[in-house]
């Protein structure tokens, strides 16, 4: 379960649309001060805008949609390695009990 946000989404983009399209940049740290928010937080959230941006500005930070789908894979492929690590297990357990001879 993720953790609760400090900040609404509505201020999130608020805050993103503000440094978007304001010309010329303005000072993250500055922005985020007017804004009452830690300049970190407005950092990451632009950072993400742009991964999210239909253009592709970042090429460095996965989208939302790929994160989600990461971790489904990884959950996945946890369910999976548990499932051959059972049927494995159970293979040697009933070779063992067919084969009397097989040394254990």
């Known amino acids: 379960m993720a953790a609760p ?3 609404p989404q509505e201020l999130r983009d608020r805050a993103v649309g503000m440094y978007r399209s ?3 940049k303005p000072q993250i ?3 985020a001060t007017d804004l009452g928010v830690h ?3 407005l950092r990451g959230w632009i950072r993400q805008a742009e991964a999210e ?3 592709g500005e970042r090429d460095d930070r996965p ?4 994160r989600e789908e990461l971790a489904a894979l990884r959950k996945e492929n946890a369910q999976l390695k548990r499932a051959n690590e059972i049927l494995r297990t159970a293979s040697a357990f009933f070779a063992a009990q067919l084969d009397p001879t097989r040394p254990r």
């Open 5 to 7: 946000r400090k900040y």
């Open 29 to 31: 740290k500055r922005l």
């Open 22 to 24: 304001t010309d010329p």
């Open 39 to 41: 300049p970190e937080a």
């Open 63 to 66: 989208t939302t949609a790929e």
């Open 53 to 55: 941006a239909a253009v």
